[in-house]
């Protein structure tokens, strides 16, 4: 899990770090209070990626105060052992791994060529006598008279607005919130829940899992921290009560 989120030159660090933490348990007279002790095993990936504690404790069917509690007791240890990585981990949210942005920049010159191309053999006949039709991505085949959309295999022909969708995939990158999408792009919240589920989904297809992966838990992490700056009081309506921007 790590390995997609953290930069190359820390996994060594990380891979030497997670296994230290069996024998940092068994020195630790603190872990006995922090039943199963085995869960720390399980939480320390977790904990170098900065997965919010509510992810923990639903993976792990703990109330988030005791996921709490387990995370800050392995970030003790990096900070003690690893220092330079447990700076990493505290600056993930400003940092982008270099397979992520390799993978990102390859997804949308994938999209760019597609949406671009001008040249398709025909879905039905195969042939290459085709023709593109119309401000969306169809096509007219010269031999066998039939019209077919290159979108619809990738699902990607029941979203609108292809103008929007090399933005999208920026914010997406960001793990910005549906509200801020809305406000960026001018799509509404529905719109940008739907379009997430496709994008990430046409992610995986394609091969483009590190990327997948990073934008789901930029996102997470995001909704995570707008949910500690409510708890805290920083975020509020004009009436001067709080706001959960979740979407």
Known sequence: ?????????????AERFLQQVPALIAASSLCRRLKPVA???DI?????????????????????????????????????????????????AQTTPAEVSRQ???FKLWLTELLGTSVMPCHYCGSLST???????????RTCRRTFNPLKKYYLDKLSHCELWLPFVDLL????TFKTINRQLGINTDTAAKWQRYFLGIMELQGFLVLANYCQIK????????????????????????????K
């Open 1 to 13: 899990m790590y390995h997609s989120i953290l930069p190359n030159e820390q996994h060594s660090a």
């Open 39 to 41: 869960l720390l095993i």
């Open 44 to 92: 320390a990936p977790m904990t170098l990626i900065a997965l919010p504690h509510s992810l923990i404790a639903n993976k792990f069917q703990l109330s988030p105060r005791a996921a709490q509690r387990r995370d800050n007791v392995i970030r003790q240890w990096l900070a003690q052992y690893e220092p330079d990585l447990y700076q990493v981990v505290l600056n993930l």
């Open 104 to 106: 990102a920049q390859a």
């Open 131 to 141: 023709v593109r039709i119309g401000y969306r991505l169809n096509f007219r085949c």
């Open 173 to 176: 990158l960001q793990g910005e």
């Open 219 to 246: 996102r997470r992490q995001r909704c995570r921290q707008i949910w500690l700056d409510v708890q805290a009081g920083t975020t509020f309506l004009p009436t001067g009560k709080s706001h959960f921007r979740s």
